[in-house]
């Protein structure tokens, strides 16, 4: 995943000096870069800004990735604008100590594009190289700014194929949700930045809003900034650790970390813990509640896709299936079914498509395998392009076997379980169970 800067305001500090800033006393904010930072003058990045504020709109200034508990981060109130200057008062004394400080304007706009040049540079040299899987767009404010993305995407050789998740992280952005989640592929809900934009005691119910719209969507949704105490500790908090588990039974597809392993102490336990709270609140996940609910959700008529991939989890949940294996070329259908959120893992087996451009062939299929790991509960594999999946059943079975003994080694399928099997047979959409001997 390519993470974009965005429209991101920081404080150039070249000399790296640590700044002491009192409460109660001023500082001009000056989009004049040549100047030295100190107390009582600081050089920011974006000559805009004194056209953006007003007297009494609150600005915050804080290490990248801050993590809100540090003395590193100060709130300012502005008190007036000179010229391309802001004046503001200084509300609680803090050291600003490091080169890389981001300033957030509290909803307030920036005339800034989503996807700046600088980003479209990285995007083209080291994105393309490397194949990325996903673009994460931060501060995405319109539908707009995803389909921009995508504009320029689709031009960058392969990642035509790149999924873009929109970033949440202000005001703007909330209020557009819905048109932007019908453009994005998924959405990352940027909780350190909102919850600058937003009161803190509206945090929760925009998560909550936020992960149902898109579980009903069927779109992955990432939860970020979990466990930031980690940063400089062994253990989260209690209240952290009751956040993830919360995120998981609110239904998010994965958990971003980021100061923890950007710059914490214990990168590593931080992962294996928020894991290990993770597997704990799946186990509790109540899953027949939530599979009624999308079901009544979808309503009726179902489309073709929908009400298959409906039936097969329906079909596992009563037979008690230990893995559902849908066959698939886009990862569309084992998405749906993943959408159900069922019980047992979904084995997302993924044929290669043969396509050419006139020059030569190429088999697509690892992009769409690979981007169906962000999604809960589905796990992919590859086919091997020589067993196509629409064809005589003999070569199926042999699909179907190198899955199943995928399963068994991997530990999910054991000997007299029952697997469902979601495939196309020529245009039909075929739901089978099948019992394994020994």
């Known amino acids: 995943m390519l993470d974009t800067v965005g429209p991101e305001l920081q404080v150039v500090n070249k000399s790296e000096k640590a700044i002491s800033l ?5 500082v ?60 503001c008062v200084i509300k609680n004394t803090a050291t600003l100590t490091g080169a890389l400080f981001t300033l957030h304007a509290s909803q307030i706009r920036i005339e800034l594009p989503t996807l700046s040049d600088k980003d479209k540079e990285v995007i083209s040299s080291w994105g393309v190289k490397n194949k990325i899987d996903f673009l994460s767009l931060s501060y995405t404010r319109h539908a707009e700014d995803v389909r921009h993305a995508r504009e320029f995407l689709s031009k960058q050789g392969d990642l035509y194929q790149t999924q873009i998740f929109a970033k949440i992280e202000n005001i703007e952005g909330l209020n557009h949700f819905d048109e932007i989640l019908q453009e994005a592929d998924g959405i990352i809900l940027s909780r350190g930045n909102l919850g600058i934009d937003l009161p803190p005691e509206k945090v929760f119910l925009f998560q909550k809003a ?28 209690r209240a952290e650790a009751t956040d993830v588990a919360n995120a998981v039974l609110d239904g998010s597809d994965a958990i971003l970390l980021g100061a923890e392993t950007l710059r914490g102490l214990y990168p590593v336990e931080t992962i294996s813990t928020v894991g290990k ?18 079901v009544k959700y979808v309503g009726e008529p179902m489309t073709h896709l929908e009400s298959i991939a409906s039936s097969a989890v329906r079909a596992a949940i009563k037979v008690k299936a230990s893995v559902i294996i849908c066959f ?26 043969l396509k050419t451009n006139q020059l030569k062939w190429s088999f697509s299929g690892a992009f769409e395998a690979r ?39 991997s530990g999910v399928v054991k000997p007299h379980d029952r697997v469902v099997v979601c495939q196309k047979v020529g245009d039909a959409s ?7 001997e020994d």
Not at 22 to 26: F, K, L, P, Q, S
Not at 373 to 397: C, K, Q, Y
């Open 210 to 237: 936020a992960l149902y719209k898109c579980n009903v969507a069927g779109k992955p949704a990432v939860v970020t900034r979990v466990v930031d105490s980690m940063t400089d500790n062994l253990r989260p908090t």
């Open 28 to 87: 001009i904010l000056t989009p004049d870069e040549g100047l030295e930072a100190s107390s009582n003058l600081l050089p920011i990045n974006f000559d805009g800004l004194s056209k953006a504020v007003k007297k009494g709109d609150t600005i915050f200034i804080g290490q990248y990735l801050f993590t809100g508990s540090e003395t590193t981060s100060v709130w300012l109130e502005v008190s007036e604008v000179q010229g391309n200057d802001v004046v």
């Open 430 to 436: 075929v739901v089978k169970i099948i019992e394994l």
């Open 328 to 353: 698939t070329s886009s990862g569309r259908a084992a998405r749906l079914i993943a959408k159900y959120r069922p019980t047992m893992p979904v084995l997302s087996v993924v044929i290669p498509r």
């Open 371 to 409: 981007q169906s790991l962000i999604v809960r509960g589905l796990f992919p594999m590859l086919a091997d392009p020589r067993h196509p999946a629409e064809s005589t059943s003999a070569t199926n079975e042999s699909v179907l076997k190198v899955a199943l003994d995928y399963g068994k080694a």
């Open 277 to 294: 709270i993770c597997a704990e609140a799946e186990k509790v996940f109540n899953q027949d509640l939530y599979f009624k609910k999308t």
């Open 22 to 26: 009192e409460a109660d006393a001023t």
